[in-house]
Each structure stands twice: as structure tokens, then as C-alpha cells.
């Protein structure tokens, strides 16, 4: 998948220092913590995993768009969510390493407008478009350079294919939490894409570690820059 190599060594949290970045929750530390040496960005390439299918997602209200829209022309770093996932290792793991990730980019002008994030609901019938935009007020503010869209699709019936196409699968657990609160089942994965709308990295939570992600971000900037792209 990834054609990079990782030693042994401490210099993973050198390159947390280098890009601004210090973790703070514990289980994404816990993530980070591997142990193992981040090369240097545009040291190693990132494999073509996979395009991002077509499929038809919600932003705000109920007008559709593709969601080509939000994984295109950009870097993004997109993962499944939904609003009341109370899981540690899942959706909050993904929100804090986004969190991180945008206050970094935030702080590198840079890259200001090469790089988004998207949240997709795995939940629609709970995270409606008008209920996900009261998320996407809270980061309004820096939105122009690094944007977080939060996107919801109409059904299941709309969902299901993109869930199926990206490797996702969930299962609805009504008795998990002993309350009988609805709990949907799911790895957490996060995607790395490309302006050109090809996957090229998937994080899990044992691999989600915002110093790796933004050091991929970095070596998808050089490899633009090397094919003279329009994003350098």
C-alpha cells in the first residue's frame, strides 16, 4: 500500500515538534505512539489505492451534490462519522486527529486552500443535513483555507454503495450500551486522497497519527509540484 519505511527510533516525536503538533487526547496519543520513524515527506511515494466513487451526498440542506465535489481538486482527508458515536477508538479518535490536523494546516500558510476535511454520516437518518450544519458553524472560522465539510446522504439506499465501494461496513447494535441506545458498529477508517480523486493512504486507529498524516499531506504536495500542478 505504502511504499515508505519506518525504523525504529525516536524521531517520530521530532517530527511531531517540526510541524507543530503535540497530541493531546490519550487515546490518540496512544495511536501516534508507535514508536517508529517518519520519513521525510517526499521521501517515499503513496500507492493508488483506489478512485473515490460516484455517489450522491447532502451539505447543509437537501440539495444534492456528487460527492466527486468534495474529493477533488484538493487534498482530503475524509472518514466516516456519525454525530453520537460515543466509541473512543472511533468517530472521537477521527475528530481529534482532525482537529489536530486542521490547526496545524491552519498554521502552515502553505498549504491554505490545498487541503480539506470531510466528515461523511454513516447515520443519515439521525444526521440530517440542517442538524450536521450546526457541526460545520463551528469551524467557520478558518474555513477559506482549510474547510471541513460535513455531509449526510438522503438514505441508506444512497450510502450503502459508497460504504460497500470504500471497504466499510457497519451493523446497528440497539443493546450495545445496555440502554438501548442505537450503536452503529465500524472500523474507523481515514482516507487520504488526492486532488484527482484517487485514495492514496487509509488510516486506521492504530495508525492515525496526525504527524504521519500531515508529513503524506506534504509528500502529495511535493508530487504535485514535481508534475507542475495547478495546486503549487
Given at each position: 500500500?505504502k511504499r515508505?519505511?519506518?525504523?525504529l527510533?525516536?524521531?517520530c ?10 497530541a493531546?487526547?490519550?487515546?490518540l ?11 521525510a ?15 450522491i451526498v ?5 440539495v444534492p451534490h ?20 460515543a ?8 475528530w ?12 502552515q500558510?502553505d498549504?491554505y486552500?490545498?487541503v480539506r ?14 442538524m450536521?450544519?450546526?457541526f460545520a458553524k463551528?469551524?467557520d472560522s478558518g474555513a ?10 438522503y438514505s441508506y439506499l444512497f450510502?450503502?454503495?459508497v460504504?460497500?465501494?470504500?471497504g466499510?461496513?457497519?451493523?446497528v ?5 445496555g440502554?438501548?441506545e442505537r450503536?452503529?458498529?465500524h472500523l ?11 485514495v492514496?493512504?487509509?488510516?486506521s ?11 503524506d499531506?506534504?509528500?502529495l504536495?511535493?508530487?504535485a509540484a ?7
Amino acid at each position: 500500500m505504502k511504499r515508505r519505511a519506518r525504523t525504529l527510533g525516536v524521531l517520530c516525536a521530532i517530527a511531531a515538534a517540526s510541524t507543530g503538533f503535540i497530541a493531546a487526547s490519550p487515546a490518540l496519543a496512544a495511536a501516534a505512539d508507535t514508536g517508529l520513524t517518519l520519513p521525510a515527506p517526499g521521501s517515499y511515494r503513496l500507492d493508488h489505492i483506489q478512485r473515490v466513487p460516484f455517489a450522491i451526498v447532502l451539505e447543509g440542506n437537501n440539495v444534492p451534490h456528487v460527492l466527486s465535489r468534495y474529493t477533488t481538486g484538493a487534498i482530503t482527508l475524509l472518514s466516516f462519522f456519525y454525530s453520537t458515536c460515543a466509541d473512543p477508538n472511533g468517530c472521537p479518535l477521527a475528530w481529534d486527529a482532525f482537529e489536530h490536523v486542521r490547526k496545524a494546516i491552519l498554521a502552515q500558510p502553505d498549504h491554505y486552500g490545498r487541503v480539506r476535511l470531510v466528515f461523511l454520516s454513516l447515520d443519515p437518518a439521525h444526521d440530517t443535513p440542517s442538524m450536521l450544519k450546526n457541526f460545520a458553524k463551528a469551524y467557520d472560522s478558518g474555513a477559506a483555507v482549510v474547510p471541513w465539510h460535513f455531509l449526510t446522504s438522503y438514505s441508506y439506499l444512497f450510502l450503502n454503495p459508497v460504504l460497500r465501494s470504500m471497504g466499510e461496513e457497519i451493523s446497528v447494535d440497539r443493546n450495545a450500551s445496555g440502554s438501548g441506545e442505537r450503536i452503529l458498529n465500524h472500523l474507523l477508517k481515514v482516507f487520504l486522497i488526492d486532488p484527482q480523486g484517487w485514495v492514496r493512504e487509509i488510516y486506521s486507529n492504530q495508525s492515525l497519527d496526525p504527524a504521519a498524516i500531515l508529513g503524506d499531506i506534504k509528500t502529495l504536495t511535493l508530487e504535485a509540484a514535481d508534475h507542475d500542478d495547478p495546486l503549487r
